[in-house]
């Protein structure tokens, strides 16, 4: 595993709904919160969306509570700044949830193929 989420890897946690489940019930745990969504298969891209809504309403990026979240989900601060300097996101908020989300889906993936699940 190299730390990134390829194609094929999120859509299988889209596409299977036990891994898809764990994904969910993964963020929630480290995130703390219970996600608001509608679907149980909701699709990436809403994830992300319920993931910022989360972030922006819990998470001051200038509290410290955003370096104890990163710790707590094994996010690189220094990878999410060079990201950040890329220019490709609008805030620290919709990079930081779409980390989330690829992070978690990492583990679960992980967790699953040494479990022999996949």
């Known amino acids: 595993m190299n730390g990134e989420l390829s194609k094929y890897e999120s859509e299988l946690v889209a596409s299977n709904a036990e891994l898809h489940r764990a994904w969910i019930e993964q963020i929630e745990k480290d995130l703390g919160e219970q996600l608001p969504l509608t679907s149980p298969q909701a699709s990436w891209k809403k994830v992300c969306e319920v993931i910022l809504r989360v972030l922006q309403s819990q998470f001051d990026i200038s509290q410290g509570r955003v370096p104890e979240l990163l710790y707590r989900i094994d996010i ?36 699953f193929r040494f479990s022999g699940k996949l």
């Open 76 to 111: 690189s601060e220094a990878k999410l700044r060079r990201e950040m300097m890329s220019g490709k996101w609008n805030s620290w908020h919709e990079l930081l949830a779409h980390s989330i989300a690829e992070r978690e889906a990492l583990k679960v993936i992980f967790r």
